[in-house]
């Protein structure tokens, strides 16, 4: 709750970023591609609503289209039946750069979907980029508001590879099976 507290703070959200979903998307080359969804409720994981995407309309490895399609599935649930069973999140993390950010940023917009915060956290330097500026927040490594980041950030990598690794290894072992 502390380092939810202190991302609103660093970050300048408008809202206490209660429900924070985060997407990667995990793929060889453009193959088996799929995106994952990992859901934090103040600050701790809600294993129970995280989500595994199979993308389906984008050709080759594009990271910005494939998160894109994700996101539109994502986002499309919001005022059906199927929020209760998807609420709507108070904070959106990309597993990414200010290009994943930007793919995603074009969804929101057309969407016109302005009372859910979007960040994206950057690999490399652990840097944080939010929609209020060009330039990225530095956050303190030893920051607890940062580990919190990078918790969900690692989970949903890790839940992205582990389904993209059950799929792929089923499709190598028909392709195996086939050729016997």
Do not use: W
Not at 62 to 75: H, I, K
Not at 77 to 84: V, Y
Not at 135 to 147: C, G, P, Q, T
């Amino acid at each position: 709750v502390n380092a939810c507290k202190r991302l609103q703070e660093l970050l300048s959200l408008k809202r206490y970023p209660r429900r924070m979903e985060c997407y990667d998307i995990s793929n060889i080359s453009g193959v088996d591609k799929v995106g994952s969804m990992v859901v934090f409720i103040d600050g701790e994981a809600d294993r129970n609503s995280y989500r595994r995407f199979r993308i389906k309309t984008v050709e080759g490895a594009n990271d910005f289209a494939s998160l894109q399609e994700v996101l539109t599935r994502r986002l499309d649930k919001l005022g059906t039946d199927e929020e209760e069973k998807f609420p709507r999140p108070d904070l959106i993390i990309i597993d990414g750069g200010k290009g994943q950010l930007s793919a995603v940023k074009e969804i929101f917009d057309g969407r016109d979907v302005g009372d859910i915060e979007l960040i994206s956290l950057a690999k490399r330097e652990e840097e944080v980029f939010t929609l209020y500026s060009d330039e990225s927040v530095m956050i303190s490594h030893r920051d607890y508001a940062l580990k919190t980041l990078q918790r969900i950030r690692d989970e949903a990598h890790r839940f992205a590879i582990t389904y993209f690794r059950n799929i792929h290894s089923k499709r190598n072992l028909q392709s195996i099976l086939t050729e016997i």
